[in-house]
């Protein structure tokens, strides 16, 4: 089956520094991909649909400069966050849908960001 | 947009019992899924289900698209399907991307 690749699955970071979450789509290419976000006991919220080869798609509240998504391939997606600050820490899960086969979405593992 | 609602927001059982989730959701959708999320915050598909009823051991889900609801079944609950339900809804078409749409989830605990 389609396989949704993220990494990394965990990362801690120091205030002020910036991180770099891999959303790798397997055996098939992603021409869409979504990232999500989810703060402790909370459901996931969609940031960001990332389209390949073109700028990504921010929903209202999610700061584009702080998120920096790049989609420079049909199998790669990246979410950077950049400068990050303890409130940033949370779950990001990256995902993919396979437009010929339906509409169904595939996810990554997510990563857990924390930042001290 | 979509709204996907959830119930209940908890449920606590006793192992070997039977229970029904629920989702209901706003507008007209393509896709449905239902998801486990385990401890280590990872997504597990149960069901890809826009329209009809599936079975997968001991769970099933049943999806009335012209109702605008779906329902998850947990037959002889375990220990080890305790843990968070997701319902998630969304389209693919016009245009709408595909991205899903959450509910706040049913948080579920199965007590030996």
């Known amino acids: 089956g389609a396989v949704v690749s993220q990494h990394p699955s965990r990362v801690i970071c120091k205030s002020g520094t910036s991180v770099k979450i891999e959303c790798r789509s397997l055996?098939?290419?992603?021409?869409?991909m979504f990232w999500y976000r989810q703060f402790p006991k909370q459901s996931l919220m969609l940031m960001a649909t990332?389209?390949?080869?073109?700028?990504?798609?921010?929903e209202q509240g999610v700061e584009k400069d702080k998120f920096l998504i790049n989609h420079a391939s049909l199998t790669l997606s990246t979410l950077t966050v950049t400068s990050a600050h303890p409130e940033d820490s949370s779950f990001y899960i990256c995902?993919?849908?396979?437009?010929?086969?339906?509409?169904?979405?595939?996810f990554g593992q997510g990563t857990r960001l924390t930042v001290v | 947009g979509i709204q996907v609602e959830q119930s209940p927001p908890d449920l606590i059982l006793q192992e070997g019992a039977n229970s029904t989730l629920r989702c209901n959701f706003s507008?007209?959708?393509?896709?449905l899924q239902w998801f486990h999320q385990n401890p280590w915050g990872q997504l597990i598909n149960l069901f890809y289900?826009?329209?009809g009823t599936k079975q997968n051991g001991r769970l099933s889900a049943t999806t009335v698209a012209t109702e605008r609801y779906s329902l998850l079944y947990i037959s002889s609950s375990q220990t080890t399907d305790s843990g968070v339900y997701f319902c998630?809804?969304?389209?693919?078409?016009?245009?709408?991307?595909?991205?899903?749409?959450f509910g706040k989830g049913t948080k579920l605990s199965v007590k030996p």
């Open positions: 995902s993919a849908v396979i437009r010929s086969r339906g509409t169904e979405a595939f």
């Open positions: 055996d098939f290419q992603a021409t869409t």
């Open positions: 990332s389209n390949e080869g073109s700028k990504a798609t921010y």
């Open positions: 507008d007209s959708v393509n896709n």
């Open positions: 289900i826009p329209s």
């Open positions: 998630a809804a969304g389209r693919l078409y016009g245009g709408s991307q595909g991205n899903l749409i």
